[in-house]
């Protein structure tokens, strides 16, 4: 079925470090995509975007970068804090479909 | 507090029940967007209405059903419950008809037991 991104696995980084966490999509026609961060127990929380006629967008503390090519999607956290401690997911959409497509998702622990 | 309200919050029933989840979109946001979050999985897009009109559906169970109401604020209808129904159920919202940020509620937690 559709799918984007890999199994759950978990990011350990320790405090201070920078994180890069990973996402394949499936679908090449899309043209949007997002990053999400979903604490427990709570709903998923816009971090950053990135259309397709981009490589990278920053924003603060937080980088996406978009290769087209082999279909990935990379968000990079700068001086990851404990409070980044979270699942992220990233999510593709193409126009036309109306739909979000989400990964299964990434879970990251900021060790102090 | 990404502006987009669900209630309630949790909700407790038995097999074979119905219940309805409510969403209240952000102020001015037309499209609402359901999934449902099973333990420690992804998010599974259910239903995407715009206007009051369906535009999009996913692996939605025939169980499951949804509206949007002129005002905007959109029900989940869940049918029959099994205990696999259990899970969190999101909805979000975005401006116009996709492709732009989707903000999401704090979700209602549903218990089959």
């Known amino acids: 079925g559709e799918s984007v991104g890999l199994h759950l696995p978990t990011l350990s980084v320790q405090e201070g470090d920078n994180s890069i966490i990973n996402c394949a999509y499936s679908n090449s026609a899309s043209d949007y995509f997002i990053w999400y961060k979903q604490e427990s127990g709570k709903g998923p929380q816009f971090i950053i975007d990135i259309r397709s006629n981009m490589d990278k967008r920053q924003g603060q503390r937080v980088t996406v970068l978009l290769n087209k090519t082999v279909k990935h999607l990379s968000l990079q956290i700068a001086a990851t804090q404990p409070g980044d401690s979270a699942v992220y997911f990233c999510a593709e959409y193409k126009a036309g479909t109306y739909k979000y497509i989400f990964g299964t998702g990434t879970r990251l622990k900021v060790l102090a | 507090d990404s502006g987009v309200t669900q209630t309630p919050k949790h909700l407790i029933t038995a097999t074979g029940q119905r219940v309805t989840l409510r969403c209240s979109p952000r102020?001015?946001?037309?499209?609402v967007y359901w999934y449902q979050q099973s333990l420690d999985q992804g998010l599974q897009f259910l239903i995407h209405?715009?206007?009051?009109?369906?535009?999009a559906k996913g692996n939605i169970l025939e169980r499951f059903s949804a509206q949007q109401f002129p005002d905007l604020h959109s029900e989940l209808n869940l049918s029959s419950l099994e205990l696999g129904d259990s899970a969190l159920y999101f909805c979000?919202?975005?401006?116009?008809?996709?492709?732009?940020?989707?903000?999401f509620g704090p979700g209602t937690r549903l218990l089959v037991l």
């Open positions: 979000a919202s975005s401006v116009f008809l996709g492709g732009e940020t989707q903000y």
């Open positions: 102020s001015g946001d037309l499209s």
């Open positions: 209405y715009y206007n009051g009109e369906e535009r």
